[in-house]
């Protein structure tokens, strides 16, 4: 079955899980759309904290799937945890990270139904297939918020001494702040009555989880009672534990056998060297089994030392290469900088060609030179003068040239009626610059410039204005601009 989550509610009321006892018979979905979070589900780790009809509460992983619409679909296999005690039975969704809560929903409520009770009085035999410890099928320990949440069926995990007895899955969310646990080592800090003891934990990446799991072996199970736990995570530069837990290690039953008085004393002792024969064999059987166990963990001992042994090497081959893009990098700023002045530079020369080639036309009618026609470029000092002419000349047209082109003055008709074409070639455009040569005007020098699409002139404050006309050619429509003046004599 499954069950829409919006706006933080399971939308459903008193649905029926299944009958008191059930275990694995029914599988709970809850679809969640991405648009209902602020932060990307693969950094949490989702589970449900449920509370029985005894007010026993407890948490319970759950698997995360994705369906065709998008919706991450979160799995709850229901078993016979939640199925001991009939009626209503509390639960809420919750996401963690590793360090804290992230997301909840509302409380909801399902049913389980009343199962009649067993009572029979015939003995129940079992098939006497033995129990084989499968870590996929039982529940595993979840890491969220920074604590370890250990299944009431796994709170006495194991007898005194027990080896290899039990394996446990552990859980925890792959990704925390930026960083891919899976790419780091995880253990298990043990302590008990003996002492402490690290545990080099296996694990797997699986899509958003890191799966681990933990065989059960001495000397983690050598005292009963208390057994605290820790997981560690550590890398380069990267430590995180969670906060102690405990399990229970169960006392096992030892002591000296009861010897009874019959049969004879003789026999007694036959029996007695029997059953020492048997415990020095015993004995030096497991002193074999502890030289063993002692070679294993001087190889995992060796290995840890290789594995940090080459990290180190691949740490020092990092720096080596950050040193190396550092200087890479330097050098990249200086030629940058050289490639910063170089540019500058002819910037700078090409505003002075710039301003050496720009030129200005004049036209002067004063009375001791006679009317005549010149140019000026900015590098020269002096204009350039056509010869002093006693005749009417007017303006005809101005022609701009392209760039770095001569400039060109042009004249046509009898010699005492001129008119003037010139031809004024562009400036190199250029970046922005020191501002170009200004010239001042005297009695009897004009100046022509062309500014916003208009032909401009400049003549001197003590002068009247020249006499300029502006005639338009009926058949062509050319406009002409005259300047007429009165020759003396």
Partial sequence: MQ?????????QYKTVLGVQGDSGVCEVEFALRPEELTFPLDECLAFLVVQLPDKTDGQVALDRKEDEDGQAIFVWKVGNEVTQAPGLLSASLKLSNMDSLLWGTEITTFTVVRSLPLSSPQPIYFSGRPRIA?????????????????????????????KNSETVAILCPRYFDGHDLAQYRFFLRTESEGGFDPVLLEHTAEDSVVRMEWTLRPPQTSFSGRLSIQLWVTGEDFDWQTEPASVTIINQIAGEPVIPVEPPL??????????????????????????????????EAAQIKGETEAARDEAGQIKNETEQIRDDTQAIRDETGQIKSETEAIRDEAQQIKDSTEITPYIDSSEESGYRAGFQRADMEEPVWTPPLQARVKAGTAT????????????????????????????????????????SVTTGLFKFFVEDGYLKMLYSDEADPPAFSLVTDPETGNKTLIYTFEEEG
Avoid: C
């Fill in 266 to 299: 003789f026999e007694q002792y036959i029996k007695e060297l029997e059953r020492l024969r048997q415990e020095a064999a015993k004995s030096e059987q497991n002193a074999a089994q502890s030289a063993e166990e002692a070679g294993q963990y001087r190889d």
């Fill in 3 to 11: 069950f829409q989550v919006k706006d933080r509610v399971i939308q």
């Fill in 400 to 439: 701009t040239l392209p760039p770095g082109a001569n400039a060109t003055v042009t004249q046509e008709g009898p010699d005492n009626n001129w008119t003037m074409h010139l031809g004024i070639p562009r400036g190199e455009k250029g970046e922005p610059g020191r501002d170009g040569v200004e010239m």
């Fill in 134 to 162: 499968d870590p996929e099928q039982e529940e595993p320990i979840t890491v969220a918020e920074r604590r370890m949440f250990i299944p009431s069926k796994l709170q006495s995990i194991a007898v005194q001494n027990d």
